[in-house]
C-alpha cells in the first residue's frame, strides 16, 4: 500500500433509492455505487456509478436490468487493467449487452427483455458518461440542472428532427 493509499479519504459520497411508482408490480430498476477503496485504485479505477431501468414483461426487465450493473462493473475492472478507463467503460457496456441479449435469446421467458442504463465513472481527470436507452443522466450545478445524455429512442430523434 502506497504512502497516499495510509491517508486515504474518499471525495465522493453516493447514494441511491428507487421507488416502483404507482403503475408496476414489481421494480425493475437496479443500481451499483462501486466507489474506490484507496487512493491507488482511485488514481487507476476511479468510482463507478450505474444505473439501469428493466424492460420486458414480468421478471425479464427486473433480470436485465440486475445483469447490467452486476455485470458492467465485472468487466470494467478486468479490461481497465489493459486498457484506459473510457474505453474499457465502452467495452464493458458492449459485452454486457452481448451477454443480456445472449440470455434474452435462449429462455424464451426472457426473449424481449433489455435494460436501460446510464454510467458515470469519476476519475481524478474527470468525468466519463456511458449510457444506452433513455434513461439519462444530468449534471446538478449550483442551483440548474444541465441534461448531459441524450435519449436513444424513436420519438427523441423525431422531435430533434422537428
Request: proline residues 3%; charged residues 20%.
Amino acid at each position: 500500500m502506497s504512502e497516499t493509499s495510509a491517508n486515504w479519504s474518499p471525495v465522493v459520497f453516493a447514494a441511491a433509492c428507487s421507488d416502483i411508482g404507482m403503475r408496476r408490480a414489481n421494480n425493475q430498476d437496479s443500481y451499483a455505487i462501486v466507489a474506490a477503496s484507496d487512493a491507488d485504485k482511485w488514481q487507476r479505477s476511479g468510482d463507478l456509478l450505474i444505473v439501469a431501468d428493466g424492460m420486458g414483461a414480468h421478471a425479464a426487465g427486473e433480470l436485465a436490468s440486475r445483469l447490467s450493473v452486476e455485470l458492467i462493473p465485472h468487466h470494467f475492472s478486468k479490461l481497465n487493467t489493459k486498457l484506459e478507463p473510457s474505453e474499457a467503460l465502452l467495452r464493458a457496456f458492449e459485452e454486457t449487452n452481448r451477454e443480456i441479449n445472449r440470455r434474452g435469446t435462449v429462455n424464451p421467458e426472457f426473449r424481449s427483455m433489455g435494460t436501460t442504463t446510464s454510467a458515470i465513472l469519476l476519475l481524478p481527470t474527470g468525468g466519463v458518461i456511458a449510457h444506452v436507452g433513455d434513461s439519462r443522466v444530468y449534471r446538478l450545478r449550483g442551483q440548474t440542472f444541465e441534461q448531459l445524455t441524450f435519449d436513444h429512442s424513436l420519438v427523441w430523434e423525431m422531435q430533434q428532427a422537428g
